[in-house]
């Protein structure tokens, strides 16, 4: 089976802080994916990635980076962390051109900026 | 831009009932897939079911099958005899046709809660 890691189920934070949310995935997959969750909205996308120091905006880049120095590693950076980044964030990876296969999701991190 | 919506933001229903919880999208592509996904209260995203747009079969797995109805761009997801366990937020998501080195995005719905009372 497919495990997707994330480093912390929930995080507390202060205004202004630098943030690293850390994603593992064990299937050599190509591609990993950033995104977040807020109700009403659904998931929405941060930052893709398609292989290793290679990475693409999604929907919703402002206000975060990323890192993908090693494939099965994928960091969320937040610069300078705000209230409104406060937010359920969820780490994904697929392999490439599989594409009736799944991504497949880690158990997210609940992030709370104060 | 591709969408999906997701009219019912949340649903009740009796245990052992079935339920269809609703999903339409807008595509201009001939080729597409769609997903459904569950996440319960302890966040974790799974995976459920897929539906290709060429598939002549509406999709099943187990207790899930999809009400694909290609004309009317709706992919609604039918949860046959539910359980309590069934309680979870679901989505419905499209593959987008962006495609990039072999990545391919998903867009998702706003989710709909569903609550099986006993």
């Known amino acids: 089976d497919v495990k997707v890691t994330q480093s912390s189920r929930y995080l507390v934070k202060r205004t202004g802080e630098k943030v690293f949310l850390e994603c593992v995935q064990d299937?050599?997959?190509?591609?990993m994916f950033w995104y977040r969750q807020d109700p009403g909205l659904g998931l929405r996308l941060i930052y893709f990635?398609?292989?290793?120091?290679?990475?693409e905006k999604g929907d919703i880049p402002e206000g975060y980076s990323v890192s993908r120095e090693k494939k099965e590693r994928f960091s969320l950076i937040l610069e300078s962390a705000s209230t409104n980044q406060t937010s359920m964030y969820l780490c994904?990876?697929?392999?490439?051109?599989?594409?009736?296969?799944?991504?497949?999701f880690g158990d997210g991190t609940r992030l709370s900026i104060l | 831009a591709q969408k999906i919506t997701q009219t019912q933001p949340g649903m009740f229903v009796q245990e052992k009932e079935a339920v269809t919880l609703d999903c339409t999208y807008d595509?201009?592509?001939?080729?597409?897939?769609l997903f459904w996904y569950k996440q319960p209260s302890s966040g974790e995203m799974i995976f459920l079911i897929y539906?290709?747009?060429?598939?002549?079969q509406n999709a099943t797995e187990g207790r899930y099958s999809l009400n694909f109805q290609k004309a009317r761009k709706s992919a609604n997801l039918v949860i046959s005899a539910s359980q309590l366990g069934d309680s979870a937020m679901y989505f419905c998501?499209?593959?987008?046709?962006?495609?990039?080195?072999?990545?391919?995005?998903?867009?998702f719905g706003q989710g709909t809660r569903l609550t099986i009372n006993p």
């Open positions: 595509t201009s592509d001939q080729s597409y897939g």
């Open positions: 994904a990876s697929s392999r490439d051109e599989d594409s009736n296969q799944p991504q497949h």
């Open positions: 990635s398609y292989d290793v120091k290679m990475k």
């Open positions: 998501a499209m593959r987008s046709t962006i495609i990039i080195q072999g990545a391919q995005k998903l867009v």
């Open positions: 299937m050599d997959h190509e591609n």
């Open positions: 539906q290709g747009s060429y598939d002549e």
